[in-house]
């Protein structure tokens, strides 16, 4: 495996530390939405030939941070509530908290579907959870011909306990789903996408 002609790594201690810090700064990022419990922000310009960062903060009043964490953990689970997934399973275990899957994605017609070999790792932390993921080259998954391969160049959970039985969830992501598509269009459509 490796990742765009790089060796494959698997995530430590300072790239889960440097994660929970990009959720929780507000240093350089800029708010685009904020409504009932719902606030994202995006980092770099629209106009950019590369694909901003899209993060989003959810507060989730009745939800306990480990149930949270076990239902974006659960692949299995996964397809009760992304609707926009057309499938996914596991490719291979690397260590008890890392592992590489697949992905694929509905896209609006009359954009060609999008898929993603990923490597992702997680870090319970007390009542703390974290997960991230990004794309791998897999020489026994290449890119399809029904679908464009996108690209993860960083996508993840903080998941943070807020109380009893609430919890407030951070998704990050910059990913560059590849194509025709322009970057800025990517970029000013992610905003809007993102809320939901």
């Known amino acids: 495996m490796s990742r765009g002609g790089e060796m494959v790594y698997i995530p430590d201690d300072s790239d889960f530390s440097s994660f929970r810090d990009q959720c929780e700064s507000l240093e350089g990022w800029h708010c685009r939405y904020n409504k009932a419990g719902v606030t994202v ?9 590369t694909v901003q960062k899209i993060k989003t903060r959810i507060s989730c009043k009745d939800v306990p941070a480990e149930t949270l964490y076990d239902v974006l953990h659960d692949t299995s689970y996964r397809k009760k509530w992304d609707s926009n997934m057309i499938e996914t399973y596991d490719i291979g275990r690397l260590t008890v908290n890392a592992d ?10 009359p954009l060609k579907n999008r898929d993603f070999v990923t490597l992702r790792s997680w870090l319970p932390l007390g009542n703390d959870y974290m997960i991230i993921n990004y794309s791998v080259k897999h020489p026994k998954y290449p890119p399809r011909k029904d679908f464009v391969r996108a690209v993860s160049l960083q996508t993840g959970y903080l998941i943070k306990a807020n109380g009893d039985g609430a919890c407030v969830l951070y998704y990050l992501t910059q ?7 322009p970057k800025w269009v990517v970029n000013r459509v992610s905003q809007f996408v993102a809320p939901k």
């Open 41 to 49: 922000w995006s980092q770099g310009q629209e106009e950019s030939c």
């Open 100 to 109: 590489v899957g697949y992905y694929s994605w509905k896209c609006p017609s």
């Open 175 to 181: 990913v560059d789903p590849r194509g025709s598509l």
